[in-house]
């Protein structure tokens, strides 16, 4: 059977929800994956869902990258298939996608001696940033808080355990 390589878009989640934050990635280059298989993990400011594999196949190019923010319908990942249930999703440029730019990272360490690697930027959840704004906070320049999340994200349970302790 002939193969080609679909993209994989960001699915929309209604109309109140354009973009999603990339909480993990769990394929790469070279994985064989089955449909209904997990490729990552999404959040919205309401939710956080499983993002599966629309069908069968190796995945080609993965896209996304945690802690990044993609818009509905942008490219989390390329998969090769022969499934013509998804030739719609045919890729326009087969060769492959750039990552997209991932959210702001550290600066990398100047040389591999370096006595520590500089912290990892925290990465606020939507419902996070607002708990935060409304506190009067801005997310940006609050450095001291803990983020309990994967990948160094700040959670709404975060903002608020952090306004308790400085009340307290």
Known sequence: ????????????????????????????????????????????????????????????????????TLQSGQVFCQIETSDESQR???????????????????PAAAAPSAPAAPPKPLVWTPRATKLAQEAGLDPAKVTDIEATGPGNRVSGDDVTAYLKKRQG
């Open 88 to 106: 719609h999703l045919a890729s326009k440029s087969p060769g492959g996608i750039a990552p997209a730019a991932a959210a702001p990272s550290a």
């Open 1 to 68: 059977m002939e193969t080609f390589i679909i993209d994989v878009p960001v699915p929309s989640m209604g109309a109140t929800v354009s973009e999603l934050n990339v909480i993990v990635v769990t394929v790469k280059p070279g994985d064989r994956v089955a449909r209904g298989q997990r490729l990552g993990d999404l959040e919205s400011d309401k939710s956080t869902f499983e993002f599966e594999s629309p069908c069968e196949g190796v995945i080609r190019n993965v896209v996304a990258q945690v802690g990044q």
